[in-house]
């Protein structure tokens, strides 16, 4: 039997990243609520530049249950909107009191990646969401600047041939570069003038934009980045750039000031995107947020804050009945489902559909497989007596478990080490999934770690600026943080709050967990390097995964949304205990004494 002849069409059926859906199989399933989508985003596409564009309210996307295709719908949405739109996904929060910060950093790190859904990687022909952006806002900038005669250019082309310019074109350009420099305080009044009041002072969103987009500058990219996810960076760096002082947030911020940074670099963006393209933010998994009531309030917070205060966006929320009905919307308040348009209901496939779906998967892997799999309609007719619509999940499950029989297979039944490989094949296959993600290991150190009986975890309060709980072990107290930044007088204040926990509990650490793509602590040219070595070598543990390990964890949570989904046969209990014994290795690493050679 040939290799192709043993590939099953029908196992792939779970969406595991909305930019990589297949083009649309079934023709009118969920249509509607496709274009009641594409009617909404048209109106923030409305009116001049710049726009204010605001919607009365997110929009509510639920499904009756699982496997309706709720991911797939926002796939879907991304494909068609992709160029007019910059697009977040927004993956679960797992810590309340920094839900503002995970929503920021999930937002950068998804600027980060090709404006173009059908491109993993970006290069200088397939520009970042943030590059277009960037470019996008600055062209526009000025095109307003010459129409009100705040600029005069020499050649009355000028408009047209700035706006036909590409960012290469722009970046080989470095004379109109300087030129463009020069022109940012005359911007910045331009964004003023036009009454688009921004948290940060316009000028210092400017410069920051200006380098992100043409200055090829490794270090002050990465300034301007810390300084979009609300982080601190040195005031001569913050000089160079051109950030304003009082723009530059301070190195020890509790979660409470970092969250209020966070949500207002947030707003800024969409203010600005009012010079460009609107925002799409896209609240998926829900689910999650129904197993405790702290998070499915937190949720209903930011939904209500990005439908009142911000502009030029859309969110679209996503919800299974029973989860929402049950555990998260019992604990939103009023005026956070006031801010829900009606909802959108899924539909099932019909069995039209369903004849649609199977030739479109099926007819190009193995033409007599798939003659034979339609020429038995007796399944079909079993399948479709009951309810005229399923789920789409469903009718592939059935649909795999049949051709398996016309092939002759026997499929191995799935249990929950095989889905936790496969779990981890996903989340390998691309770069993007396992980039540093807070919400991942609060969930493991927070969530899966109570299956030790001698852990006793506490979260620590909104104003700790460092740590986000501890365990207790034996009287031995572990204290977690997270941190994705880099910058040196950071390290150093966690440096000092390391030892002072030390110093009050000699057998006491810090332990932060860093992923591949983090720059390295202590990074080179530290002056409090020897300082530092020694802290690792004593409380401070870094614990540096490799893409292998972090794969392993990320595959790990994965699995977990995934059964709170509903889109496994398994439930979020067995999958944390599994977990747990999974990652063994893990909590060896946590739990022992600091290696001598660790740094």
């Known amino acids: 039997m040939n290799h192709i002849a043993i590939i099953n069409p029908f196992e792939n059926d779970i969406v595991s990243e909305p930019r990589q859906v297949e083009e649309q199989a079934v023709s009118g399933l969920n249509e509607k609520n496709?274009?009641?989508?594409l009617s909404r985003f048209k109106l923030l596409q409305e009116g001049e530049i710049p726009r204010k564009s605001k919607l009365p309210h997110a929009q509510f996307v639920i499904s009756p249950q699982a496997g309706y295709g709720k991911s797939h719908l926002i796939g879907r949405l991304f494909r068609i909107i992709s160029g007019k739109a910059t697009l977040v996904y927004v993956r679960p929060f797992e810590n309340a009191s920094t839900c503002w910060k995970s929503i920021l950093l999930k937002t950068v790190q998804e600027l980060n990646f090709p404006d173009d859904v059908n491109y993993e990687c970006t290069s200088e022909e397939k520009p970042s969401q943030l590059e277009v952006f960037a470019h996008g806002v600055m062209v526009s900038l000025i095109t307003e600047a010459v129409k009100a005669g705040h600029i005069f250019p020499k050649n009355k082309n000028f408009t047209n041939i700035l706006q036909n310019l590409t960012i290469k074109d722009l970046k080989k350009s470095h004379g109109f570069l300087k030129k463009m420099f020069c022109l940012i305080p005359k911007l910045a009044d331009q964004v003023n003038q036009k009454g688009i009041r921004l948290y940060a002072s316009p000028v210092s969103w400017l410069y920051v934009l200006f380098t992100s987009v043409y200055i090829n500058n490794v270090k002050l990219r990465d300034a301007c980045e810390a300084w979009l996810l609300g982080s601190s960076l040195d005031r001569d760096m913050a000089l160079d750039i051109g950030i304003r002082n009082r723009d530059v947030p301070g190195f020890?911020?509790?979660?409470?000031?970092?969250?209020?940074?966070?949500k207002h670099r947030i707003l800024d963006f969409c203010k600005l995107a009012g010079f460009f393209r609107p925002f799409i933010f896209s609240f998926d998994q829900t689910e999650n947020y129904g197993k405790d009531r702290t998070l499915a309030k937190a949720l209903g917070s930011v939904i209500q804050v990005l439908v009142d205060e911000s502009c030029n966006q859309m969110t679209v929320i996503t919800a299974n009945h029973t989860p929402w009905n049950h555990r998260i919307k019992e604990h939103w308040e009023e005026a956070f489902l006031n801010r829900?348009?009606?909802?959108?209901?899924?539909?099932?496939?019909t069995r039209p559909q369903g004849m649609e779906l199977i030739e479109f998967r099926s007819c190009s892997f193995n033409r007599k497989a798939h003659d034979r799999l339609i020429g038995n309609q007796h399944w079909l007719e079993e399948l479709f007596k009951?309810?005229?619509?399923?789920?789409v999940r469903y009718f592939l499950q059935k649909c795999s478990r049949q051709w398996d029989i016309v092939m002759g297979e026997n499929s191995p039944s799935r249990n929950i080490d095989t889905y936790y490989l496969n779990s981890v094949e996903i989340?390998?296959?691309?770069?993007?999934n396992i980039l540093f993600d807070p919400n991942t290991f609060y969930w493991l150190v927070h969530e899966v770690a109570r299956v030790n009986p001698d852990v006793s975890i506490e979260k620590l309060g909104h104003d700790n600026a460092y740590f986000s709980l501890f365990w207790t072990m034996e009287g031995r107290k572990i204290y977690f943080g997270l941190e994705s930044g880099s910058?040196?007088?950071?390290?150093?204040?966690?440096?000092?709050?390391?030892?002072?926990?030390?110093?009050?509990n000699k057998d006491a650490k810090t332990v932060f967990f860093r992923t591949p793509e983090l720059k390295e602590i202590p990074g080179k040219g530290w002056q409090t390097a020897p300082e530092f070595l020694k802290a690792e070598q004593s409380h401070l543990h870094i614990i540096r995964l490799d893409r292998q390990q972090a794969a392993k964890i990320y595959g790990a949570y994965y699995l977990y949304l995934k059964a709170a989904e509903g889109n496994l046969p398994l439930?979020?209990?067995?999958v944390v205990a599994f977990v747990y014994e999974k990652l063994m290795w893990l909590w060896k690493m946590v739990t022992s004494p600091i290696p001598c050679d660790h740094a």
């Open 34 to 37: 496709l274009d009641r989508l």
């Open 252 to 262: 020890d911020m509790g979660n409470r000031e970092a969250g209020e940074i966070c």
């Open 340 to 349: 829900l348009s009606l909802p959108m209901e899924l539909e099932g496939l």
């Open 386 to 391: 009951v309810r005229a619509e399923v789920g």
């Open 427 to 432: 989340v390998s296959t691309r770069s993007k």
């Open 487 to 504: 910058h040196w007088k950071r390290w150093q204040a966690v440096q000092r709050q390391s030892e002072i926990i030390q110093q009050n």
């Open 571 to 574: 439930t979020t209990q067995e």
